[in-house]
């Protein structure tokens, strides 16, 4: 393993997020707030609270959870689009380094900013709701694997996308919608049982359930089956991954 190459990769993807720092930081922090008041303020007047807990702080794991997902894919999209766009990606694929440090370098630095996204949406959040975490080792791990996973996805887009409008396709078209109708604002015990059912298709929600156990003790879905849906996901994204270096699809042409 040429951890020398990784740790280039990964500071120069990190250089250019700390360059924009502060519009980093803004951003999650006025969305966040603007969440709380719109949903925290006008629907939660109407709803005291989801199965114990306070409306506000129901529904702060899925805010992180939709600002993780969407961050992740977003930075390491881009993070290897950019390089292919310019075509200083043959020099990376030129240079002694394999796949693997490459995805690594990459994703690890996509990872690490939506961790960051992650943990400033927390904190603010905590400035609106009293937040009593139950299960703070499975909250990091969660936090964690979500944003390692999806920073996969992202990598998978970054080499797919032909564009730089398909770079934002996906996060906008599939993964958006599917966290908004994947139980971040609602219980899905709260919808009728027909739409329970058909729910339990969306793999999103598994990963928010999962997530919301380990703030409130409380789960829509075994936290066994959100961990193993979240592993499933990683090792598939490996896999495509793999297969895509091992072929040259997208990275070739």
């Not at 807990?53 to 992740?72: E, K, R």
């Not at 937040?131 to 909250?139: R, T």
């Not at 920073?151 to 993964?175: D, M, S």
Request: proline share 4%; glycine share 8%.
């Amino acid at each position: 393993m040429n951890w020398q190459a990784i740790a280039a990769i990964y500071r120069f993807e990190m250089a250019r997020f700390f360059r924009t720092l502060l519009q980093s930081f803004i951003s999650p922090v006025i969305s966040t707030s603007l969440y709380f008041v719109v949903f925290g303020a006008a629907i939660g007047s109407r709803i005291d609270q989801v199965e114990g807990v306070s409306y506000g702080a129901f529904i702060v794991p899925g805010l992180v959870m939709l600002s993780v997902m969407t961050q992740a894919i977003s930075n390491a999209s881009f993070g290897i689009y950019f390089p292919k766009f310019i075509g200083t990606i043959y020099e990376l694929l030129s240079a002694p380094v394999n796949f693997l440090e490459i995805v690594v370098g990459y994703v690890g630095a996509a990872a690490t900013k939506a961790l960051f996204i992650g943990v400033v949406i927390l904190v603010t959040a905590s400035l609106f709701v009293d937040l009593d975490i139950a299960h703070p080792v499975a909250m990091l791990a969660f936090l964690v694997l979500t944003c390692l996973s999806f920073a996969l996805l992202g990598f998978i887009i970054g080499i797919w996308a032909g564009n730089f409008e398909q770079l934002q396709l996906v996060p906008l078209l599939i993964v958006t919608p599917l966290v908004f109708l994947g139980g971040s604002f609602y219980s899905i015990s709260m919808l009728p049982p027909v739409w329970q059912t058909i729910t339990l298709f969306n793999p999103v929600v598994y990963l928010i359930s999962g997530f919301r156990w380990s703030f409130f003790g409380m789960a829509d879905v075994p936290v066994g089956l959100s961990l193993l849906a979240i592993a499933g996901f990683t090792a598939l994204c490996l896999g495509v991954i793999w297969w895509i270096f091992k072929t040259g699809w997208r990275i070739r042409n």
